[in-house]
């Protein structure tokens, strides 16, 4: 059923839809390495689809701090509501993240963990980047990280989000390939953002 509701969402929306099966538990794994192990962290899970990762990035929190996890598409919102009622969805754009975390009481998240596609952070003449948008959502020892397929890596896209995420964070690195994960992916991880909000 999962494979199906994201199969037909991508014949709708390709460009928008970053893959037509679930992540992997190996590559929502590397994705969630960022969030602490003690504390109250405020994580943020953009695009987070039907679910695949919202029970790992759940299971590393074992029930501390908030997690909010942000989707465009209103039929997997709703799907990620009934199936995990202690996660914060949020129907919206990535793009509104600031307002989302105003709207309940958070002035920056600890951690952001995204699997959107390339296509939200393209260049715009009229929006701001949406990258820049998420670093000053962040906690100045927050972390990033972003899913990419392996195969991706050297396309311009990809090519121009390593350069911003190297402009934005004092740390970028490039995990190992996940085989595990169809089709096989990297995870950009990104630490310490240059402009992001200091806790107080």
Sequence with gaps: MVDTLLLRAFLRDP???????????????????????????????????????????????????????VEVNPTFAELLTERHPHVEVVCGEAADL????????????????STLPWAPFAPSATQ????????????????YTQAAYAWTRWAPAARRQLRQLRAGFE????????????PPARVYIARRPRNGRRPG
């Design 128 to 143: 701001r980047p949406l990258l820049a948008t998420l670093v000053e959502s962040l906690v100045g020892g927050g972390a």
């Design 15 to 69: 460009m928008g839809i970053a893959a037509v099966t679930p992540s992997s538990a190996a590559m929502a794994t590397v994705l969630s390495v960022a969030i602490p192990e003690s504390g109250e962290p405020v994580v943020v899970e953009l695009g987070a689809g039907t679910g695949a990762c919202t029970g790992v990035i759940q299971h590393r929190l074992r029930g501390r701090g908030r997690h909010i996890a």
């Design 171 to 182: 740390e970028v690195v490039i995990s190992e390939t996940i085989w595990r994960n169809v």
């Design 98 to 113: 600031p307002k989302f975390l105003a709207d309940r009481g958070t002035p920056s998240a600890d951690v952001i963990i």
